[in-house]
């Protein structure tokens, strides 16, 4: 694998329900390595689209002898957007493979009076700048990448010079769940913040322990 230091740059709006807050979701200001990882092999039709029909990935299964992996970006330069009203459609929340009669029983939990479906969403603005290393079995890195709710958000790829990049951001989860690593050493410069599920960030990584950390 070939450790490209990269620059990513929102084109357009991204956004993500990763923080809830009274009527809406607010987007982080970092850009997930899982995320990158699937638009990155998708981007280069290095994955079946097969995956497309279950209702959920199968992380393990489908990046464990993946063609390109990433760290998460931590921000650079990152703004957010006002918040947007946006109405609640079933399907695109909660997965387009899930049977009618689940989504309809889900819908029950939303109020039934006129403004009950709506919900706010804050979106990272154009123009925002994150950092972080993307991994390349060949080298290549693309110029661009959708990421995002909807895959709505595109992302332009650049590579920098590596001092560019003082330390780097890993998830916990990755290295756990599809590297199999049991036990993970950390410094007292690490910082710890868990965000959702399967992002546990570890801030503050050297570069050269990410490299014994991640595939060769």
Do not use: C
């Not at 230091?5 to 009527?23: C, D, I």
């Not at 703004?79 to 493979?97: C, V, Y």
């Not at 689940?102 to 819908?107: L, Q, R």
Request: glycine share 6%.
């Amino acid at each position: 694998m070939e450790y490209i230091p990269v620059r990513a740059t929102t084109l357009s709006p991204m956004q993500y329900h990763s923080y809830q807050m009274a009527r809406g979701t607010k987007t982080a200001r970092f850009i997930g390595d899982l995320s990158l990882a699937f638009a990155l092999n998708e981007a280069t039709g290095k994955m079946d689209n097969s995956r497309h029909y279950r209702g959920y990935p199968d992380y393990k299964g489908d990046l464990e002898d993946s063609h390109y992996y990433a760290t998460v970006f931590k921000p650079e330069d990152v703004e957010h957007l006002p918040a947007l009203t946006r109405i609640t459609m079933q399907g695109a929340e909660w997965g387009l493979s899930k049977h009618p009669a689940e989504i309809m029983k889900m819908t029950k939990v939303i109020p039934s009076n006129t403004f009950g479906s709506y919900f706010q969403t804050q979106s990272v603005a154009p123009g925002s700048t994150f950092l972080g290393y993307i991994l390349s079995e060949d080298g290549e890195l693309p110029s661009t990448v959708r990421v995002g709710n909807q895959k709505e958000g595109l992302l332009k790829l650049e590579r920098v010079e590596e001092d560019e990049i003082e330390s780097v951001w890993v998830n916990l989860f990755t290295l756990r769940e599809i590297f199999g690593l049991k036990k993970i050493m950390k410094t007292e410069e690490m910082e710890e913040e868990f965000v959702i599920k399967r992002y546990e960030i570890l801030k503050n990584v050297d570069i050269n322990l990410l490299k014994k950390w991640y595939p060769e």
